[in-house]
Antibody, heavy 123, light 107 residues
Framework: QLQLQESGPGLVRPSETLSLTCTVSGASISSTSYSWAWIRQPPGKGLEWVGTISYSGSTSYNPPLNSRVTMSVDTSENQFSLKLSSLTAADTAVFYC???????????????WGQGTLVTVSS | DIQMTQSPSSLSASVGDRVTITCRASQGISKYLAWFQQKPGNAPKSLIYGASSLESGVPSKFSGSGSGTDFTLTISSLQPEDVATYYCQQYNSYPLTFGGGTKVEIK
């Protein structure tokens, strides 16, 4: 059974860089049928796509975050990671990792979510 | 970017009622629309993809329809376990974008 588990610090200081890791179990992160994503949700607010990374390492980022986001894949550990730099209080959110399933035309839909991890940006 | 607009933002209905949520895209997205359910304190759960296809294990009381710019999610008979916020999301093009959510409560 597929499981996605986020890990990382719960508290980060303003201007610092957040590093989160998603560990995937029950599926291979190298599968060509899937890509992987980070999605965040500020407290009491809606969902915001952060970025997507494919099994090969190609990435797409949300334009407002593009200059601050880096995603990577570690196939040996079956993990993918997020780095978000120059943090401010506005980045306080629950961060979810998710699996995206490719259809036959290579469109991707989210089919599984991690439980999420709350990241608070505060001094 | 494609903007997704959901209505209503919240609703209250009785147990057994048929509930319909609407999602409108700012431009045509064919059928590349998904619906998610988020219960309080939990991660979202994928319900529907391709506008009308149920994810594995999702009960048939949930249904989706639409194409182009206008979509609906219907719960055929509202139950207490359906209390949640529901989100639509387009995956026709990047950046992936979500609707603002519809909070469903029991009257």
């Amino acid at each position: 059974q597929l499981q996605l588990q986020e890990s990382g610090p719960g508290l980060v200081r303003p201007s610092e860089t957040l590093s989160l890791t998603c560990t995937v179990s029950g599926a291979s992160i190298s599968s060509t049928s899937y890509s992987w994503a980070w999605i965040r949700q500020p407290p009491g607010k809606g969902l915001e796509w952060v970025g997507t990374i494919s099994y090969s390492g190609s990435t797409s980022y949300n334009p407002p975050l593009n200059s601050r986001v880096t995603m990577s894949v570690d196939t040996s550990e079956n993990q993918f990671s997020l780095k978000l730099s120059s943090l401010t209080a506005a980045d306080t959110a629950v961060f979810y990792c998710a699996r995206l399933r490719h259809d036959f035309r290579n469109y991707v839909t989210i089919d599984s979510w991690g439980q999420g991890t709350l990241v608070t940006v505060s001094s | 970017d494609i903007q997704m607009t959901q209505s209503p933002s919240s609703l209250s209905a009785s147990v057994g009622d048929r509930v319909t949520i609407t999602c409108r895209a700012s431009q045509g997205i064919s059928k590349y629309l998904a619906w998610f359910q988020q219960k309080p304190g939990n991660a979202p759960k994928s319900l529907i993809y391709g506008a009308s296809s149920l994810e594995s294990g999702v009960p048939s009381k949930f249904s989706g329809s639409g194409s182009g710019t206008d979509f609906t999610l219907t719960i055929s008979s509202l139950q207490p376990e359906d209390v949640a916020t529901y989100y639509c999301q387009q995956y026709n093009s990047y950046p992936l974008t979500f609707g603002g959510g519809t909070k469903v409560e029991i009257k």
